[in-house]
Protein backbone atom coordinates (compact mmCIF):
# COMPACT_ATOMS: atom_id res chain seq x y z
CA UNK A 1 0.00 0.00 0.00
CA UNK A 2 1.28 3.05 -0.85
CA UNK A 3 1.80 5.79 1.98
CA UNK A 4 2.76 8.54 -0.45
CA UNK A 5 0.69 9.45 -3.21
CA UNK A 6 2.04 12.28 -5.68
CA UNK A 7 -0.30 13.43 -8.17
CA UNK A 8 1.30 15.85 -11.00
CA UNK A 9 -1.01 17.96 -12.38
CA UNK A 10 -0.97 21.69 -14.98
CA UNK A 11 -1.16 24.97 -12.95
CA UNK A 12 -4.39 26.46 -14.18
CA UNK A 13 -7.43 26.17 -12.13
CA UNK A 14 -9.50 23.61 -13.85
CA UNK A 15 -6.45 21.45 -13.53
CA UNK A 16 -5.81 21.59 -9.64
CA UNK A 17 -9.30 21.43 -9.59
CA UNK A 18 -9.16 18.06 -10.96
CA UNK A 19 -5.80 17.03 -9.02
CA UNK A 20 -7.50 17.53 -5.95
CA UNK A 21 -11.05 15.64 -6.76
CA UNK A 22 -9.13 12.53 -7.73
CA UNK A 23 -6.77 13.51 -4.39
CA UNK A 24 -10.17 13.01 -2.34
CA UNK A 25 -10.96 9.48 -4.39
CA UNK A 26 -7.31 8.39 -3.56
CA UNK A 27 -8.03 9.02 -0.19
CA UNK A 28 -11.51 7.76 0.11
CA UNK A 29 -10.18 4.41 -1.33
CA UNK A 30 -7.34 4.13 0.56
CA UNK A 31 -7.59 6.14 4.06
CA UNK A 32 -4.12 5.69 4.78
CA UNK A 33 -2.69 6.96 2.30
CA UNK A 34 -1.51 10.89 2.17
CA UNK A 35 -1.45 13.16 -1.30
CA UNK A 36 0.89 15.77 -2.17
CA UNK A 37 -0.02 17.68 -5.64
CA UNK A 38 2.79 18.61 -7.62
CA UNK A 39 2.04 21.41 -10.58
CA UNK A 40 4.16 21.40 -13.94
CA UNK A 41 4.26 23.91 -16.77
CA UNK A 42 3.87 21.49 -20.05
CA UNK A 43 5.14 23.08 -23.51
CA UNK A 44 0.66 23.68 -24.17
CA UNK A 45 1.51 26.31 -21.16
CA UNK A 46 4.72 27.88 -22.02
CA UNK A 47 2.48 29.35 -25.16
CA UNK A 48 -0.34 30.76 -24.38
CA UNK A 49 -0.59 32.68 -27.39
CA UNK A 50 0.13 30.40 -30.48
CA UNK A 51 -2.04 28.59 -32.18
CA UNK A 52 -2.11 24.94 -31.14
CA UNK A 53 -1.10 23.48 -34.87
CA UNK A 54 1.61 25.92 -34.85
CA UNK A 55 3.04 24.39 -31.53
CA UNK A 56 2.88 21.30 -33.19
CA UNK A 57 2.79 17.49 -31.89
CA UNK A 58 1.31 15.20 -29.73
CA UNK A 59 1.56 15.46 -26.11
CA UNK A 60 1.48 19.34 -25.95
CA UNK A 61 -0.22 19.18 -22.85
CA UNK A 62 0.52 15.69 -21.50
CA UNK A 63 4.35 14.92 -21.99
CA UNK A 64 5.98 17.19 -19.37
CA UNK A 65 3.57 15.11 -16.54
CA UNK A 66 4.67 11.83 -18.77
CA UNK A 67 8.08 12.59 -18.59
CA UNK A 68 7.48 13.33 -14.22
CA UNK A 69 6.17 10.03 -14.31
CA UNK A 70 8.52 7.86 -16.06
CA UNK A 71 10.95 9.60 -13.72
CA UNK A 72 9.34 8.44 -10.62
CA UNK A 73 9.06 12.29 -9.54
CA UNK A 74 5.25 11.53 -9.63
CA UNK A 75 3.19 8.35 -8.73
CA UNK A 76 -0.21 9.16 -10.86
CA UNK A 77 -0.97 12.37 -13.46
CA UNK A 78 -4.38 13.70 -13.97
CA UNK A 79 -5.27 15.15 -17.53
CA UNK A 80 -8.84 16.06 -19.37
CA UNK A 81 -8.90 12.56 -20.94
CA UNK A 82 -9.49 14.26 -24.24
CA UNK A 83 -5.87 15.80 -23.98
CA UNK A 84 -4.69 12.16 -23.83
CA UNK A 85 -3.63 10.76 -27.45
CA UNK A 86 -5.35 7.42 -27.95
CA UNK A 87 -2.67 5.53 -28.17
CA UNK A 88 -0.94 4.97 -24.60
CA UNK A 89 2.54 6.54 -23.75
CA UNK A 90 5.26 4.09 -23.57
CA UNK A 91 5.39 2.40 -20.24
CA UNK A 92 2.61 4.28 -19.16
CA UNK A 93 -1.48 3.50 -18.87
CA UNK A 94 -4.69 4.95 -17.95
CA UNK A 95 -5.01 3.85 -14.37
CA UNK A 96 -8.52 4.71 -13.75
CA UNK A 97 -11.17 6.80 -15.55
CA UNK A 98 -13.28 8.31 -12.64
CA UNK A 99 -17.67 8.65 -13.54
CA UNK A 100 -17.94 11.24 -15.86
CA UNK A 101 -19.49 15.35 -15.58
CA UNK A 102 -21.60 16.70 -18.10
CA UNK A 103 -19.87 16.20 -21.57
CA UNK A 104 -22.05 18.71 -23.42
CA UNK A 105 -20.46 21.79 -24.99
CA UNK A 106 -21.99 25.65 -24.08
CA UNK A 107 -22.89 28.97 -25.53
CA UNK A 108 -21.15 31.88 -22.96
CA UNK A 109 -22.96 35.11 -24.68
CA UNK A 110 -22.79 39.12 -24.13
CA UNK A 111 -26.56 38.90 -24.00
CA UNK A 112 -28.17 36.54 -25.86
CA UNK A 113 -30.16 33.29 -24.68
CA UNK A 114 -29.57 31.16 -27.49
CA UNK A 115 -27.45 30.60 -30.73
CA UNK A 116 -30.08 31.23 -32.53
CA UNK A 117 -30.85 34.54 -30.76
CA UNK A 118 -27.56 36.05 -32.15
CA UNK A 119 -27.70 38.90 -34.66
CA UNK A 120 -26.21 37.58 -38.62
CA UNK A 121 -22.32 37.83 -39.09
CA UNK A 122 -21.18 38.05 -35.14
CA UNK A 123 -18.07 36.97 -34.12
CA UNK A 124 -18.08 33.94 -31.79
CA UNK A 125 -14.72 32.37 -30.09
CA UNK A 126 -13.88 28.80 -30.04
CA UNK A 127 -10.36 27.05 -29.86
CA UNK A 128 -11.81 24.02 -31.49
CA UNK A 129 -11.93 22.88 -35.09
CA UNK A 130 -15.05 21.06 -34.03
CA UNK A 131 -17.01 23.13 -32.57
CA UNK A 132 -16.18 25.86 -35.16
CA UNK A 133 -17.17 23.14 -38.18
CA UNK A 134 -20.61 22.63 -36.13
CA UNK A 135 -20.92 26.16 -35.54
CA UNK A 136 -20.93 27.25 -39.35
CA UNK A 137 -23.34 23.91 -39.73
CA UNK A 138 -25.97 25.01 -37.90
CA UNK A 139 -25.32 29.31 -38.80
CA UNK A 140 -23.38 29.92 -41.83
CA UNK A 141 -23.47 33.49 -41.00
CA UNK A 142 -21.27 33.57 -38.52
CA UNK A 143 -17.71 34.61 -37.87
CA UNK A 144 -15.68 32.30 -35.83
CA UNK A 145 -12.73 33.41 -34.01
CA UNK A 146 -9.99 31.01 -32.86
CA UNK A 147 -9.26 31.69 -29.37
CA UNK A 148 -6.65 30.29 -26.73
CA UNK A 149 -6.54 30.62 -23.01
CA UNK A 150 -7.97 28.50 -19.57
CA UNK A 151 -11.23 28.67 -19.11
CA UNK A 152 -11.74 32.20 -16.71
CA UNK A 153 -9.39 33.85 -19.52
CA UNK A 154 -11.36 32.79 -22.44
CA UNK A 155 -14.64 34.33 -20.60
CA UNK A 156 -13.02 37.22 -19.65
CA UNK A 157 -12.60 37.64 -23.78
CA UNK A 158 -16.10 38.40 -23.88
CA UNK A 159 -15.21 42.01 -21.69
CA UNK A 160 -12.17 42.33 -24.21
CA UNK A 161 -13.00 45.66 -26.64
CA UNK A 162 -10.31 44.31 -29.17
CA UNK A 163 -12.11 41.06 -29.56
CA UNK A 164 -15.09 42.54 -30.12
CA UNK A 165 -16.63 38.83 -29.03
CA UNK A 166 -20.13 38.62 -28.92
CA UNK A 167 -20.28 34.62 -27.55
CA UNK A 168 -17.62 31.62 -27.03
CA UNK A 169 -18.73 28.07 -27.10
CA UNK A 170 -16.91 25.85 -24.04
CA UNK A 171 -17.41 22.19 -22.42
CA UNK A 172 -20.07 22.42 -19.80
CA UNK A 173 -17.88 20.30 -17.13
CA UNK A 174 -14.63 22.95 -16.58
CA UNK A 175 -17.36 25.43 -16.23
CA UNK A 176 -19.33 23.35 -13.68
CA UNK A 177 -16.39 22.21 -11.78
CA UNK A 178 -15.06 26.15 -11.61
CA UNK A 179 -18.36 26.86 -10.30
CA UNK A 180 -18.98 29.23 -13.43
CA UNK A 181 -22.05 27.39 -14.76
CA UNK A 182 -24.28 30.97 -14.27
CA UNK A 183 -22.62 32.52 -17.70
CA UNK A 184 -23.80 29.43 -19.48
CA UNK A 185 -26.61 31.01 -21.59
CA UNK A 186 -27.34 27.44 -23.73
CA UNK A 187 -26.55 24.09 -23.61
CA UNK A 188 -26.43 22.31 -27.23
CA UNK A 189 -28.12 18.92 -27.36
CA UNK A 190 -25.93 16.05 -29.54
CA UNK A 191 -28.27 16.77 -32.47
CA UNK A 192 -26.85 20.51 -32.85
CA UNK A 193 -22.82 19.98 -31.79
CA UNK A 194 -21.79 16.61 -30.29
CA UNK A 195 -18.86 16.89 -28.20
CA UNK A 196 -15.44 15.68 -28.44
CA UNK A 197 -14.50 11.90 -27.65
CA UNK A 198 -13.68 12.07 -23.74
CA UNK A 199 -15.11 15.13 -22.57
CA UNK A 200 -16.06 15.53 -19.77
CA UNK A 201 -14.18 12.38 -18.33
CA UNK A 202 -10.94 12.86 -16.10
CA UNK A 203 -7.61 10.49 -16.97
CA UNK A 204 -5.66 9.12 -14.19
CA UNK A 205 -2.32 8.17 -16.16
CA UNK A 206 0.10 5.90 -13.74
CA UNK A 207 3.15 3.73 -14.76
CA UNK A 208 2.08 0.36 -16.60
CA UNK A 209 3.38 -1.96 -13.55
CA UNK A 210 0.34 -4.16 -11.86
CA UNK A 211 1.05 -2.34 -8.82
CA UNK A 212 0.18 0.92 -9.84
CA UNK A 213 -2.94 -0.16 -12.02
CA UNK A 214 -4.05 -2.11 -9.22
CA UNK A 215 -3.89 0.62 -6.78
CA UNK A 216 -5.57 3.11 -8.82
CA UNK A 217 -8.02 0.80 -10.04
CA UNK A 218 -10.60 1.19 -7.50
CA UNK A 219 -11.18 4.84 -8.55
CA UNK A 220 -12.49 3.59 -12.11
CA UNK A 221 -16.06 4.07 -13.48
CA UNK A 222 -16.84 1.60 -15.42
CA UNK A 223 -19.80 2.28 -17.39
CA UNK A 224 -17.81 5.49 -18.08
CA UNK A 225 -14.98 3.87 -19.46
CA UNK A 226 -16.44 1.67 -22.00
CA UNK A 227 -18.42 4.79 -23.55
CA UNK A 228 -15.00 6.53 -23.73
CA UNK A 229 -13.19 3.67 -25.01
CA UNK A 230 -15.45 3.37 -27.56
CA UNK A 231 -15.63 7.39 -28.79
CA UNK A 232 -11.80 7.55 -28.41
CA UNK A 233 -11.83 4.00 -31.08
CA UNK A 234 -14.27 5.87 -33.38
CA UNK A 235 -11.28 9.11 -33.41
CA UNK A 236 -8.72 6.07 -33.72
CA UNK A 237 -10.17 4.73 -36.19
CA UNK A 238 -10.95 7.94 -38.78
CA UNK A 239 -6.13 7.85 -37.79
CA UNK A 240 -6.37 11.47 -36.32
CA UNK A 241 -6.00 13.22 -33.18
CA UNK A 242 -8.35 15.42 -31.25
CA UNK A 243 -7.89 18.48 -33.32
CA UNK A 244 -9.87 16.63 -36.04
CA UNK A 245 -13.61 18.24 -36.50
CA UNK A 246 -14.55 14.51 -35.29
CA UNK A 247 -17.27 14.29 -32.22
CA UNK A 248 -18.63 11.27 -30.61
CA UNK A 249 -20.80 10.32 -27.55
CA UNK A 250 -21.56 7.11 -26.18
CA UNK A 251 -23.56 5.79 -23.12
CA UNK A 252 -24.24 2.92 -21.67
CA UNK A 253 -27.96 2.21 -20.86
CA UNK A 254 -29.78 -1.32 -20.09
CA UNK A 255 -27.13 -3.53 -21.16
CA UNK A 256 -26.29 -1.58 -24.48
CA UNK A 257 -23.33 0.73 -25.43
CA UNK A 258 -24.77 3.28 -27.72
CA UNK A 259 -22.47 5.71 -29.77
CA UNK A 260 -23.10 8.68 -31.99
CA UNK A 261 -20.38 9.42 -34.26
CA UNK A 262 -19.87 12.92 -36.55
CA UNK A 263 -17.58 13.86 -39.14
CA UNK A 264 -18.27 17.56 -40.68
CA UNK A 265 -16.14 19.46 -42.87
CA UNK A 266 -14.70 22.74 -41.30
CA UNK A 267 -16.57 24.87 -43.38
CA UNK A 268 -19.77 23.11 -41.60
CA UNK A 269 -20.77 22.75 -45.47
CA UNK A 270 -20.65 18.89 -45.23
CA UNK A 271 -21.69 16.34 -41.97
CA UNK A 272 -21.71 12.78 -42.08
CA UNK A 273 -23.91 11.29 -38.61
CA UNK A 274 -23.61 7.41 -37.20
CA UNK A 275 -24.71 5.56 -34.90
CA UNK A 276 -23.93 2.05 -33.71
CA UNK A 277 -24.82 -0.18 -30.55
CA UNK A 278 -23.46 -3.16 -29.07
CA UNK A 279 -24.91 -5.43 -26.12
CA UNK A 280 -22.27 -5.94 -23.14
CA UNK A 281 -21.49 -5.72 -19.51
CA UNK A 282 -20.92 -2.74 -17.62
CA UNK A 283 -17.33 -3.76 -16.33
CA UNK A 284 -13.45 -3.62 -18.17
CA UNK A 285 -13.69 -7.37 -19.76
CA UNK A 286 -15.99 -5.82 -22.44
CA UNK A 287 -13.68 -2.93 -23.27
CA UNK A 288 -12.74 -4.99 -26.19
CA UNK A 289 -16.07 -4.81 -27.71
CA UNK A 290 -16.53 -1.14 -26.72
CA UNK A 291 -13.25 -0.65 -28.81
CA UNK A 292 -14.27 -2.60 -31.66
CA UNK A 293 -18.00 -0.62 -31.82
CA UNK A 294 -15.86 2.60 -32.26
CA UNK A 295 -13.56 1.01 -34.97
CA UNK A 296 -16.48 -0.94 -36.88
CA UNK A 297 -18.17 2.83 -36.96
CA UNK A 298 -15.18 4.45 -37.44
CA UNK A 299 -14.95 2.25 -40.82
CA UNK A 300 -18.80 3.10 -41.59
CA UNK A 301 -17.23 6.72 -41.93
CA UNK A 302 -14.92 6.26 -44.13
CA UNK A 303 -16.94 3.94 -45.95
CA UNK A 304 -19.33 7.11 -46.33
CA UNK A 305 -16.65 9.50 -47.88
CA UNK A 306 -15.72 10.73 -44.39
CA UNK A 307 -11.49 10.66 -45.89
CA UNK A 308 -13.07 13.79 -48.02
CA UNK A 309 -14.36 15.86 -44.77
CA UNK A 310 -11.39 15.63 -42.99
CA UNK A 311 -8.55 18.39 -43.03
CA UNK A 312 -4.66 16.95 -43.83
CA UNK A 313 -3.40 18.65 -40.52
CA UNK A 314 0.18 17.63 -41.46
CA UNK A 315 0.93 19.09 -37.55
CA UNK A 316 0.28 15.87 -35.95
CA UNK A 317 -2.51 15.51 -33.34
CA UNK A 318 -3.33 18.62 -30.54
CA UNK A 319 -5.82 18.96 -28.08
CA UNK A 320 -9.46 20.10 -28.97
CA UNK A 321 -9.50 22.91 -26.37
Not at 252 to 268: H, M, P, T
Amino acid sequence: MKTLVRIGTRRSKLSLWQANYVAELITGHHPSARVEIREFTTRGDANPTAPLPAIGGKGLFTEALEAALRNHEIDCAVHSLKDLPVEDAAGLAIGAIPQRADQRDVLVSRGASTLADLPPGVRIGTGSLRRRAQLLALRPDLTVVPIRGNIPTRVALLDDAERQLDAIVLAAAGLIRLGLDEVIRQTFKPAEMLSAAGQGALAVQCRADADSRAFFAPLNDAATELAVAAERAFLGGLEGGCSLPVGAYASFESGKLRLQGRVIAIDGSQQLDLRGEAAMSENRESLGAARKLGADLAAQALEQGAGHLLPNLTNGSVRNE
